[in-house]
Every structure is written in C-alpha cells, then in structure tokens.
Nanobody, 131 residues
Framework: QVQLVESGGGSVQAGGSLRLSCVVS????????MGWFRQAPGKEREEVAG????????YYADSVKGRFTISQDNAKNTVYLQMNSLKPEDTAMYYC????????????????????????WGRGTQVTVSS
C-alpha cells in the first residue's frame, strides 16, 4: 500500500533551520504531482510547495518563497523540504502529499487550493518556531 512518512520536525528558535523528509513507498505512479502542506491551529490547510515527481516543475507559496527549498533523492525514494530563516508564523503541522497525476489547476503545475486533489497523505510532523 502507498505510504508517506514524514520526519524532521521539531522545535527551533526564529531564524533557525529544519529539513523535513518524506519517504515514499508502495507508489507506482510516475511524474505525478507531490506537495508539502501545513496547517496551523485555527487555520486552513495550505500548500507551501508543489513539485513533479522526478523533476520538471516546482511551486512555492509566497509566504515561503526564498526560504524553503524542495529536493528529491530518487535512489532513496525520499523528498525533502529544507526550511531556512524560520519564523514563528511557520509553526504548523507539516504534511507530505501525493496525487495520482500531474495537474495544473491555477496556472502553476502541482499547486491547488483544494487538498482533495492529493490522494495520499502522511501523518504529519510538527514544526514549532519560537520567538
């Protein structure tokens, strides 16, 4: 069965860095969309980064652009979210997600305001940034 497992979350002070990992297993689709989402208490889930599995396109939300970077290690079936210059407003549960196809909903590949466009989800990893 498809399984996405996130790790790397924790508690850091503002200005610090974390690298989140998502190990993908049991997933047969190729060149599908994947994304990193976050959800803070009382807030809607938002996509902070989207990308095509195996490369080809990337998307970053304005709130994280220039601070967060996606990378992939195909040999390890792992995708990463490097988070630098963290701010208290970055505090949230972070989720790795995968769709079954590529899509272009809003003009940017692999970005969607509708989380249901992603079929598979990890359980999340908590990121807490203190002032």
């Amino acid at each position: 069965q498809v399984q996405l497992v996130e790790s790397g979350g924790g508690s850091v002070q503002a200005g610090g860095s974390l690298r989140l990992s998502c190990v993908v297993s049991g997933y047969a689709h190729s060149r599908n969309c994947m994304g990193w989402f976050r959800q803070a208490p009382g807030k809607e889930r938002e996509e902070v980064a989207g990308f095509t599995r195996g490369g080809g396109s990337t998307y970053y939300a304005d709130s994280v652009k220039g601070r967060f970077t996606i990378s992939q290690d195909n040999a390890k079936n792992t995708v990463y979210l490097q988070m630098n210059s963290l701010k208290p407003e970055d505090t949230a549960m972070y989720y790795c997600a995968a769709a079954t196809t590529q899509f272009r909903r809003t003009g940017s590949w692999c970005y969607s305001p509708h989380p249901e466009d992603f079929a598979y989800w990890g359980r999340g990893t908590q990121v807490t940034v203190s002032s």
